[in-house]
């Protein structure tokens, strides 16, 4: 049976990569706990199996859905990396830089006394600090080497398998820590400590299922009872602008709204707002009623760029929005933050308006915060082909490095130009660009076939280097994922004096780990660890793969060195 599959890989190599991908992906989502591989690194365990078959695809197709994901890498997180160049984000970038720092210290030192090769030395690097995207920026550099193509092969390989095996224990390791160990070296209650930062920042009490299994904007009728006698203008004040009366019904008939319109009994009123400022609504007005078909109105939902830069660092309850015009969701790069009114906001920040169609209300909102976002879902490759290509030209460029060779490589150039392209498209909403979906796909899909190629190739090998190393590299993925995150928590907590939800998941985030998030989150019982997280991981996300040219070079010098 085994013969008659690998006969047919053999002939038809392209269904290697799918079986591959499909294996990797069905692993990649079994949840362990806390712990979840995902479909890349599940995709290179299933590619390192089947590549013991000896099924290999042509180098063309690793190198070109490479390129379409480094791009697409940095085209995403460009918005939010420049975003962050401010007091506050270079402020948590010291964790960032922190993370660099020491994983590169002790990726060096593991090569002086382990005797790694480059190849070895990198994949180790960007397994242990949980960045598959180091993997390509790493055996770009290495195809560069004035190597023989065996040599460059075997280098290549190790990448692979060094990632696969130090990427596992990493994960584990920072899942962990965050989640659990380090909360209990700060001597906190995490779920209180996020509670409290929750309520500080304006939140209502409720529980994060409740937050999360129910929308946030609702609509809802009463009918006026106790609200009778009260104006419009002192009710927006006692709802803080968490909600607004945007349609009064009296004896049949529809009042025009205005400041000093003050309700009477039986009055008929519609409230739109968030969710929990409305399940309060019913003390303040009247008793609610299901039958809305008199007092119902169409509503709209859409998208703006923030970019007026007085709003720039200001709470989002400063935001000065029209009567019944409200803030349903903060979108801040890849991520949805807590729409709470001490949300303080960002530079590219992606406002989701939630309003009634009738009126100016919305344009008006439009116009005090940047501009709309296109509904449309089309997108322009022709954006992204020019940018490709210009990222691929920078990255043939060399320099040296106090006397190191160091190139940005095909990977590097291309994640640079990816970084001002996306930057430059949020700056002009109205310019076709790469719609959200299909960055998402291009990430996806770009790494996942770039890691299923590399692992088939690599397959052969991958034995070898595990009975080479023995237990080096699963400890060292443990070390180096948990040393970088201790002195950043020592440093977050003692010297940049930051809420421990915050702290946490800025370490998550410099760690580029979107499942020790989760777990932070869980253990937090709300999204607050966000609000670090978003800011190391955009910077994260862009330095680290351009440390995988780097670690080739150093980890090369290095080598020499202990010879």
């Not at 890989?9 to 362990?32: K, S």
């Not at 966000?530 to 080598?559: D, F, K, R, W």
């Amino acid at each position: 049976m085994l013969d008659m599959i690998a006969a047919v890989l053999h002939q038809v190599p392209e269904l290697a990569l799918f079986l591959a991908l499909g294996l990797g992906y069905a692993v990649g989502q079994i949840r362990f706990g806390p712990i979840q591989l995902g479909g890349v690194c599940g995709t290179l365990i299933a590619a390192l199996l089947i590549g013991q078959l000896g099924v290999t695809l042509d180098a063309s197709v690793k190198n070109v859905f490479f390129m379409l994901f480094i791009f697409a890498l940095g085209y995403a997180g460009g918005p939010q990396f420049f975003a962050n160049l401010n007091a506050k984000g270079l402020r948590l970038g010291i964790l960032c830089l922190i993370e660099v720092v020491a994983v590169l210290a002790l990726v060096l030192l593991a090569t002086y006394f382990l005797g790694l090769d480059q190849g070895t030395a990198a994949g180790m690097m960007a397994g242990a600090a949980t960045e598959s995207a180091v993997v390509g920026t790493a055996t770009d550099a290495i195809s560069k080497l004035a190597l023989s193509p065996e040599r460059i092969h075997t280098l290549q390989a190790n990448v692979v398998t060094a990632y696969s095996i130090t990427y596992i224990f990493g994960l584990i390791a920072i899942v962990i820590v965050t989640s659990q160990i380090f909360p209990l070296l700060l001597r906190i209650n995490l779920r209180e400590e996020a509670d409290k930062l929750w309520a500080q920042m304006g939140g209502a009490d409720a529980d994060a299922d409740a937050l999360s299994a129910t929308p946030e904007m609702v609509g809802r009728a009463y009918r006026i009872s106790t609200g009778a006698g009260r104006r419009l203008d002192s009710l927006q004040h006692i709802f803080a602008g968490r909600a607004s009366i945007t349609r009064v019904r009296r004896h049949g008939k529809v009042l025009p709204l205005s400041p000093e319109l003050r309700l009477r009994n039986n009055d008929e009123v519609l409230v739109i707002g968030h969710r929990p400022a409305l399940v309060a609504a019913e003390a303040i007005l009247g008793q609610e009623f299901a039958d809305t078909q008199n007092v119902n109105m169409a509503v709209s939902a859409i998208e703006v760029v923030l970019q007026q830069a007085s709003l720039v660092g200001q709470p989002l309850r400063q935001l000065a929005l029209p009567h019944g015009v409200h803030v349903a969701a903060v979108v801040r790069g890849e991520h949805s933050m807590p729409p709470l009114p001490d949300l303080s906001l960002q530079h590219n920040d992606v406002l989701r308006l939630y309003g009634a169609n009738e009126g100016q209300e919305l344009n008006t909102a439009i116009a005090a915060i940047g501009k709309r976002v296109p509904t449309g879902d089309r997108s322009n490759i022709v954006y992204a082909s020019i940018g490709i290509v210009l990222g691929v030209y920078l990255g043939t460029f060399a320099a040296k490095l106090g006397g190191i060779p160091f190139s940005l490589g095909t990977g590097g150039g291309a994640l640079l130009t990816g970084l001002v392209f996306g930057w430059y498209q949020s700056k002009k909403p109205g310019l076709p660009g790469i719609h959200p979906n299909a960055l998402d796909m291009l990430k996806d899909i770009g790494l996942a076939t770039f890691i299923a190629c590399v692992g088939l190739a690599s397959g052969p090998q991958a034995i070898d280097l595990i009975r080479q190393y023995g237990v080096s590299l699963p400890l060292m993925g443990v070390l180096i994922a948990v040393i970088p995150a201790s002195i950043s928590l020592l440093v977050g907590h003692f010297l940049l004096k930051l809420e421990a939800p915050i702290l946490l998941g800025a370490i998550a985030g410099q760690q580029c780990s979107t499942p020790a998030l989760s777990a932070v989150q869980n253990a937090a019982g709300n999204s607050t660890p966000l609000l670090g997280y978003t800011i190391t991981y955009a910077i994260s996300n862009v330095v680290l793969p351009l440390m995988g040219p780097l670690i080739v070079a150093l980890a090369g010098s290095v080598q020499r060195a202990s010879l």
